[in-house]
């Protein structure tokens, strides 16, 4: 087994690595003059088996074509099989199509992904879970649930109950509040449709003086959870903790959650911290041992 990395997914490929203690094949990945990609796959692949590990993280659409060049660099210097860990699938928002005129994005990258003929794809908490059925080979979705739950055991961090920002993340919150074997209070909000303004209306149970833990799949604009934080220190909340699976590190968001109600965010290495982002409310659990797990039975 070979590990290859795209450029937004080396420091998890790395990881992933160690865990299945092989090591990365070799790649030189790079620009044309004109900003085009550029991939040289340099190691002798004996193996026919490989792995390629890349996040369609920001910039999206220069990952995604990385990606696909990678794969087929790969057939071409022979590999029967190629097995795609894609921690965050971008383009998953995209699972509907909400005005006459606007493409089915999600389902067009599947269909991309299909014409490389890989083997499977591994990911990590869809916005959508049906995202899914837009794929015709192999495809694993991937809970972090269990990665936050055995951390805070570990770090005996106290959560007395999980919130769901919103009745739409009700299931997810469920499952994670079956994993520590707590209660769930949802968020009752509304949004304008006109503006997108988020309104807390209230909670459906008592959490005065509780630690609580909101849990969500993806951070974009940090809008809700700092809503969603404010709210509940309102209520009497003694410590609102955050459990996110993939945080976009959109321009300032961070910033503005250090200022914000919020006491201490956890997010996974889906997406690669930039490195001028320094905040002590923010702390990454890596998914290198989960997907290493599921890789070994691949």
Request: net charge positive; hydrophobic share 45%.
């Amino acid at each position: 087994m070979k590990i290859f990395a795209g450029s937004a997914s080396l420091k998890l490929a790395k990881k992933i690595a160690a865990e299945l203690k092989v090591k990365l094949g070799k790649i030189e990945l790079s620009r044309f003059a004109n900003g085009e990609a550029r991939v040289w796959i340099k190691d002798n692949i004996v193996d026919k088996r490989v792995i390629v590990v890349q996040s369609f993280s920001s910039p999206p659409d220069e990952h995604l074509m990385e990606f696909c060049l990678i794969c087929d660099a790969l057939k071409r210097l022979g590999v029967k099989k190629i097995i795609a860990v894609i921690p965050w699938l971008g383009y998953c928002i995209q699972d509907k199509v909400f005005r006459p005129g606007e493409p089915l994005s999600s389902e067009v990258v599947a269909k991309l992904l299909q014409s490389l003929k890989i083997n499977s794809i591994i990911t990590l908490d869809l916005h959508n879970k049906t995202t899914a059925d837009f794929f015709d080979f192999s495809f694993k979705h991937l809970s972090a649930i269990q990665v936050f739950a055995e951390y805070f055991v570990k770090n005996k961090i106290q959560i007395d109950s999980i919130i769901s920002p919103d009745s739409g993340g009700l299931k997810r919150a469920k499952q994670f509040a079956q994993a520590m074997n707590l209660p769930v209070a949802v968020i009752n909000k509304k949004r304008n449709l006109a503006n997108g303004e988020v309104s807390i209306l209230g909670v459906n149970r008592e959490i005065k003086g509780e630690k609580t833990l909101i849990v969500d799949d993806f951070i974009s604009t940090g809008g809700t959870l700092i809503k969603v934080a404010r709210f509940l220190k309102e209520k009497g909340v003694k410590k609102v903790h955050a459990a996110i699976t993939h945080h976009f590190y959109v321009h300032g968001v961070q910033e503005k959650i250090d200022q914000s109600q919020v006491d201490k965010l956890f997010v996974t290495d889906t997406i690669r911290l930039p490195e001028l982002i320094k905040s002590k409310k923010l702390k990454t659990i890596s998914t290198s041992k989960l997907l290493a797990n599921v890789l070994k039975s691949c």
